[in-house]
């Protein structure tokens, strides 16, 4: 089962992929897609973002998407542009017909390292070991990718929020 | 100049197109797009949204798009779900090139009634005045996004943020 993970910000999104099967689970791809934001008008940020998912969608076909969760108490400057880029993010998704699992950031530390505070080199140590990376996954935003990838596959007793039958390896 | 007005929500974006010339300000069309949520998945709605944004667009060619700003503090429950639904209509302007201009509510109810703390009824008695409509524009989402196209006809002293050279007819 092939799981693409997402962390979106409002120029800058991380996204791991996963693939699970045969009693392991390895990276197929990650990274981060910067987006430089037009002089005066990050707008023109959110076509860019939906183009290059929906690219990223086209190329791998994952059985699932996993998108962390956002709260707006806990991220008072930045929530309305983080949400803008996961709309468009969601939309690309949505409209490919890919399924979307939400966690939230607890779930994804809890699922990785068995700790739902840990901070991020921790994360980034245990998905290096989850995964058996030769070094950390780096930057941040592509570790974070990662692990909510990994979040999902660990996490089995959900029902998916869409129509199709889910395809479990 | 046409100017297309969009108050965003969740679920149902108000849309008001209005046309500014020869000295009388006119409604073109206006009304309000309800979309509901495909049960237990509300995200399925994003892509129905851009496509609906991307449709008006296509038809009236506006010089311009207005929309209200928003903000957390006003709409805590709702911004996450709201900046979603505002990130893919944005994404629908920006893509096929059209300039946005974006107003506070408190500059939206300034420009239509001269009190920035006017209530909905105050606003769409002076949108119908404003456009000399027969009646009061319903529902409140298309009288609100009727307002804000009128507020962004009356303010000249902004500089767009977008390279193209403004056409004010």
Known sequence: MIILGLDPGTNRIGYGLINQGGGKTI????????FKSVKDNPLANLPLIQKAIAAILKKYRPDLVAIEK?????????????????????AAVMEQGFKVKEFTPLEVKQAVSG?????????????????GLEKEPKPDDAADALAVAICCANTRDYTLAEPHPARWG
């Open 27 to 34: 990276a197929l791809d990650y990274g981060c897609m910067d």
């Open 70 to 90: 956002i709260f707006f108490f806990k991220n008072k400057k930045t929530v309305i542009s983080v949400s803008q880029a996961r709309g468009v993010i969601l």
């Open 115 to 131: 700790y739902g505070r840990a901070d991020k080199k921790a994360v980034q140590k245990m998905v290096k070991i989850i995964l």
